[in-house]
């Protein structure tokens, strides 16, 4: 909990701290903050219903939350991946060229760098929890899935109890 709490916070304060200070507004703090962003998202998606499994004896959860909750992961799952390369592509052009650097990375290319990741990472996440939906539906039937901590891979997806 205090983690979490620490997780939270931080990146609230960090974006917060960009979002306020003018002198941050550069196109590396730009990515820093919706980094951060991404992170308080990642964190916020799987650790609630974590720290309630902690507490309650019997762990389950609803089918369709599960689709929701794998779904969100997988945004930001894969936008902290874009975001991270997007950011090396800041570092490489400041570096190497940094005469051009003004001009390569102006706002323009800045806000793109960060959108088209938003956009491919919902796209893919959507349509990976939606086959899995799909196939989970077709072939197991219960709504009603328990999840054993002991399971490392998305293999549990299938591996449902009937709700009597």
Request: aromatic share 14%; charged share 5%.
């Amino acid at each position: 909990m205090v983690i979490y709490l620490v997780t939270v916070l931080g990146n609230l304060g960090f974006i917060t701290l960009i979002r306020s200070d003018t002198r941050l507004h550069t196109p590396m703090y730009y990515f820093l903050s919706h980094l951060a962003f991404v992170d308080l998202c990642y964190s916020s998606t799987i650790t609630p219903k974590m720290m309630v499994n902690f507490v309650v004896e019997h762990n389950t959860i609803l089918f369709h939350a599960c689709a929701t909750q794998l779904g969100c992961f997988l945004i930001f799952m894969i936008m902290e991946c874009f975001l991270l390369a997007s950011m090396a592509y800041d570092r490489y052009v400041a570096i190497c060229s940094p005469l051009r650097y003004s001009t390569w990375m102006s706002k323009r290319i800045c806000i793109q760098l960060v959108a088209v990741p938003y956009m491919y990472s919902f796209l893919v996440a959507l349509f990976h929890t939606y086959s899995i939906i799909t196939f989970c539906l077709t072939y197991c039937a219960p709504m009603l899935l328990t999840i054993s901590t002991s399971m490392t891979s998305l293999s549990w997806l299938c591996h449902a109890q009937t709700h009597t």
